[in-house]
């Protein structure tokens, strides 16, 4: 009796074993097949594509002709990117130690432009948040999270969150503290302070896997998708 059920047990595990690699190799060809993912180096083509979503469309020989025009702008881009590098670590007494302007934030391609960074939702429809360091390596983060009432009273939604859309706070009077906002795919607006953002690509730059992000409304964590 003992012998029929360790070959019981046995059984069961090999079954569960099997099903566990099954659902791997399914996820890993099939699920995760048209995901995208973090890359450690991207070509200046894509990395124009990000900024211009409609070089899509161009001819070939415009493509190049856009290409060489965005070149350009990656330089400088790569020059904000060493300026905020420069300017983050000044001492917290200083009142406006990081003013940001037009030239360092702005709507671009399907998200915002931050210091020589682009932010903005997964070209897979899945939701997610890519942070791009121009001329430099993209990461691709899913999003966890809870979702409260104002002033965190109670937890409303605890679970994934999809991210529609990355746009600048239009808010004049705001912006310097909440810079952007993002839009899931339910309509809610997130707000993010400065600090959030300015930890976002520190944490981006550390090459970071799994980091909290903190809205006004959700406690978000973010995993980066290899």
């Known amino acids: 009796m003992k012998s029929y059920q360790n070959k019981t047990l046995l059984n069961v595990a090999i079954i569960i074993g099997g099903s566990f690699l099954v659902f791997e190799f399914a996820k890993k060809f099939f699920i995760d097949k048209d995901s995208e993912k973090s890359e ?24 190049m002709l856009e290409i060489k025009k965005m070149n350009r702008q990656i330089e400088t881009a790569i020059n904000s990117q060493k300026k905020y590098n420069q300017i983050k670590d000044l001492l917290k007494s200083d009142k406006t130690p990081n003013q940001i302007d037009a030239t360092e934030l702005k709507n671009q391609g399907d998200g915002v432009y931050y210091f020589g960074y682009n932010l903005r939702p997964s070209n897979d429809k899945k939701g997610r948040l890519v942070v791009t360091k121009i001329g430099g390596k993209k990461n691709v983060y899913k999003i966890f999270g809870n979702l409260y009432l104002p002033f965190k009273v109670k937890s409303l939604y605890d679970g994934a969150f999809s991210i529609k859309k990355v746009e600048i706070n239009p808010s004049e009077k705001s912006i310097q503290e909440t810079p952007i906002k993002l839009i899931d795919n339910t309509g809610k607006t997130l707000f993010v302070q400065k600090k959030e953002l300015d930890n976002l690509i520190n944490r981006f730059e550390e090459n970071s896997k799994k980091f909290k992000f903190i809205t006004d409304k959700a406690d978000l964590v973010l995993t980066k998708v290899i």
Do not use: N, R, V
């Not at 990000?50 to 899509?56: K, R, T, V, Y």
């Open 40 to 63: 450690t180096k991207i070509s200046d083509e894509e990395t124009a594509k990000q900024m211009m979503p409609s070089l899509q469309s161009l001819s070939p020989a415009e493509q």
